[in-house]
Every structure is written in structure tokens, then in C-alpha cells.
Antibody, heavy 118, light 111 residues
Framework: QEQLVESGGGVVHPGGSLRISCVAS????????MYWVRQAPGKGPEWLAF????????FYAPSVKGRFIISRDDSESRLFLEMNGLGPQDTATYHC???????????WGPGTLVTVSS | QSALTQPPSASGSPGQSVTISCTGS?????????VSWYQHHPGKAPKLIIY???KRPSGVSDRFSGSKSGNTASLTVSGLQTDDEADYYC???????????FGGGTKLTVL
């Protein structure tokens, strides 16, 4: 069964940093591009970052470019998102998702909650 | 504010059909055939149900169908079932570095 599970969320102070991860199982992780997408309470999802298979090509949404870093460890089937300079607007559930179809991430993980609060 | 516009709610009775709209612009929905739809039961992982406007991933019921006209895409759920009650989101590629933009979501209630 193809599965993605995120971890590492929690409460962080404004201006702080956090690294979340996503472990993949049931498919050849190294063969796929991967997304990070977040969803703030009561809002629609927001695409954050994309990393192609092989990790050479990386793309960021303007809202996080320069603050967030996406990376991957194919040997451990893990995807990472390092988040810096966090603010209250970054409070959301963060999902990883596989690039299965053209701009149609699937499957998604259930997400990990990040709360930025003092 | 989300980039794509969806109605906040929709409803229908079991067995009926309901259509949810997703309005973008000539820079996204209107120009790219990369519209996707997702079903999200709260607390679970969102699930892709339509990609490239009309295609269904393996295992997704044919009660779900997608279409597009101009800058507006639509998701139709036919033969409504109680389990269809969920939040539905659309997305579209928007060119350049705008990999994916999403709608604000539609809460579907099965009466």
C-alpha cells in the first residue's frame, strides 16, 4: 500500500525554525517528484515546494522562497521541509504528496500540524 | 484569499447529482488542462479524484466526473452517497513557478 506519513510538527515561537519530515512506503520513492502542501485552518490548500526525482530541480512558492528548504533522502525514502523565520501565518497542517500526475499530487499524507505562537 | 473560486457549500440528497464549480482565470484554468479535484474527509489525507480535467485515478468511482469550459472547471458527483459528504478542493497549474494553485474548498453535504 502506497503511504506517506508526516512527522515533526509542533508549537514554535515566532521567528523560530522547525524541520518536518515525511516517510514514504509502498512505492519507489526515488522515482518520484514530491510536494509539500499546507492547509491553514478554514482555508484551502497552498502549494509550498516541489523537488524532482534526483533532487536537482527544486521550486518554491513565493510565500516561502528564501525561508523554507525542501530536500530528500532517497536512501531512507524521506522528504524534508526545513522552515525558518516562522510567523503566525505559517500555522497550518503540512502535507507531503507524490507527483503522480501532471500537477495532480497523489497520494497525500494525513499531515502534521505546525502552530506558530508565543 | 485562494486563487481559485469555489462555492463554500453544496448539498444534495442520496441518489441525486451535484455539481461544484471552480472559477479561475485565463492564466490558469482557462489555459491549462491541468485541473485536479480532491476529496478530503477531515482528519484524513486528501484524495485525488480527478486529474487533467476529466481523468480518474485507478480505483476512483465513475460517479465522479470533471469538465471545463473557459475559465471554469466543474466536478459532478452523481448518485450521491452518504460517504461523499466531505470537503472538495480544485487545483490548477498556473504556469511558470506557480506549480499548483488551489480553490478555497466546497463542503458537500448529503442530506
Amino acid at each position: 500500500q502506497e503511504q506517506l506519513v508526516e512527522s515533526g510538527g509542533g508549537v514554535v515561537h515566532p521567528g523560530g525554525s522547525l524541520r518536518i519530515s515525511c516517510v514514504a512506503s509502498g512505492f519507489s520513492f526515488r522515482s518520484y517528484g514530491m510536494y509539500w502542501v499546507r492547509q491553514a485552518p478554514g482555508k484551502g490548500p497552498e502549494w509550498l515546494a516541489f523537488i524532482r526525482s534526483g533532487g536537482i530541480d527544486i521550486f518554491y512558492a513565493p510565500s516561502v522562497k528564501g525561508r523554507f528548504i525542501i530536500s530528500r533522502d532517497d536512501s531512507e525514502s524521506r522528504l524534508f521541509l526545513e522552515m525558518n523565520g516562522l510567523g503566525p501565518q505559517d500555522t497550518a497542517t503540512y502535507h507531503c504528496a507524490r507527483d503522480s500526475f501532471y500537477f495532480g499530487p497523489d497520494p497525500w499524507g494525513p499531515g502534521t500540524l505546525v502552530t506558530v505562537s508565543s | 484569499q485562494s486563487a481559485l473560486t469555489q462555492p463554500p457549500s453544496a448539498s444534495g440528497s442520496p441518489g441525486q447529482s451535484v455539481t461544484i464549480s471552480c472559477t479561475g482565470s485565463s492564466s490558469d484554468v482557462g489555459v491549462y488542462d491541468y485541473v485536479s479535484w480532491y476529496q478530503h474527509h477531515p482528519g484524513k489525507a486528501p484524495k485525488l479524484i480527478i486529474y487533467e480535467v476529466t481523468k480518474r485515478p485507478s480505483g476512483v468511482s465513475d460517479r465522479f466526473s470533471g469538465s471545463k469550459s473557459g475559465n471554469t472547471a466543474s466536478l459532478t458527483v452523481s448518485g450521491l452517497q452518504t460517504d461523499d459528504e466531505a470537503d472538495y478542493y480544485c487545483s490548477s497549474h498556473a504556469g511558470g513557478n506557480n506549480f499548483i494553485i488551489f480553490g478555497g474548498g466546497t463542503k458537500l453535504t448529503v442530506l
